[in-house]
């Protein structure tokens, strides 16, 4: 059993890194070639205008703008089963490369934009089996064959999305690379509505439901820099989930995951050019706890368990 749930938590770590990149609203997991609207539930509060001349912060890039970025995921976890610490699991390191191309601007500043993963690469690291290794570089390879397109409003809040997988997938990749995809959407930042200056700051907060959890998320931004349209910002994001049922992502494992409490921080900056539709470049670091019981149904006894996450990631103009 212990190696069942490895194999499940290691599921749900890989692909949860999706909602910790920048708060976005969630996108409900969509068919295969189906839009999804979108609800933006976040909500957006100045905290401080800044100093100086301000001005009004908006996503405004032309048609045929093309970006092509370089994404590196890097990931550390340590458990706890039943009070008994295990070895600590090293992921492989995790690099893709993502294109954005501007299809097209409505008169009311939406934006929409295509997307896909032209390459992808797992590469080893101390401590990786080479077995984990070979198998998260087949399933990822199939993000190369995933095709998307959003529309986004000119403060970066998404409206709709659209994702198109292959498909032949087994159902649990399946699962994998649709909250993987969904990546692209929370790499775009809410920007407030009025206008601002240098050392301004402000807050978003939602409850987006990731990998079965759902969370209450906090992030708050500051205005460090900006010049000739591109903004340099820090980034602080703090996660908290309450006691409830965890859908797994491998539900062939057929285990039963009652999270108990979840708590996450995270820092980083980025830095946004306002005439394209991504983000230029980014680094963020994440630490993350929780507390769970996981219960076999065939024997209804359930065992604690504690995760601790650190996650690396960096985005760079390519």
Do not use: C
Request: glycine share 6%.
């Amino acid at each position: 059993m212990r190696n069942a749930i490895l194999g499940s938590l290691l599921a749900i770590s890989f692909a949860g890194f999706n909602g910790d990149v920048a708060p976005q609203p969630a996108i409900a997991q969509p068919n295969p070639a189906q839009s999804s609207p979108v609800t933006p539930a976040i909500k957006v509060k100045l905290l401080s205008p800044g100093t100086g001349d301000r001005q009004v912060l908006r996503f405004k890039p032309a048609v045929g703008t093309k970006q092509l970025s370089l994404m590196s995921f890097d990931q550390t976890v340590l458990l706890k089963l039943a009070g008994q610490s295990l070895p600590s699991v090293a992921l492989p390191l995790v690099t893709t490369s993502i294109e954005v191309v501007v299809t097209k601007v409505d008169a009311n500043g939406d934006i929409h934009y295509q997307f896909r993963y032209p390459e992808v690469d797992v590469a080893a690291k101390p401590g990786v089996q080479p077995t984990v290794v070979e198998v998260m570089r087949s399933q990822l390879k199939s993000l190369q064959e995933i095709r998307g397109s959003f529309v986004m409003s000119d403060r970066g809040y998404i409206k709709t999305a659209r994702f198109d997988l292959p498909e032949k997938l087994e159902p649990s990749t399946r699962q994998m690379l649709e909250q993987m995809s969904q990546s692209v959407n929370q790499l775009s930042f809410p920007l407030p509505e009025e206008p601002v200056a240098i050392g301004a700051k402000w807050q978003a907060s939602n409850s987006p439901t990731l990998n079965g959890i759902t969370l209450t998320q906090t992030s708050t931004y500051e205005l460090i820099d900006l010049k000739n349209g591109v903004a340099t910002l820090n980034l602080q994001v703090e996660q908290q989930a309450s006691q409830q049922r965890i859908t797994t992502p491998a539900p062939v494992l057929n285990l039963q995951m009652q999270l108990k409490s979840l708590t996450s921080q995270a820092k980083g900056q980025s830095v946004l050019d306002l005439n394209k539709p991504f983000v230029q470049s980014a680094t963020l670091s994440m630490e993350s706890a929780s507390e769970m019981g996981v219960t076999n149904p065939k024997t209804s006894q359930e065992i604690d368990m504690s995760m601790q996450m650190t996650i690396q990631l960096k985005f760079q103009p390519k």
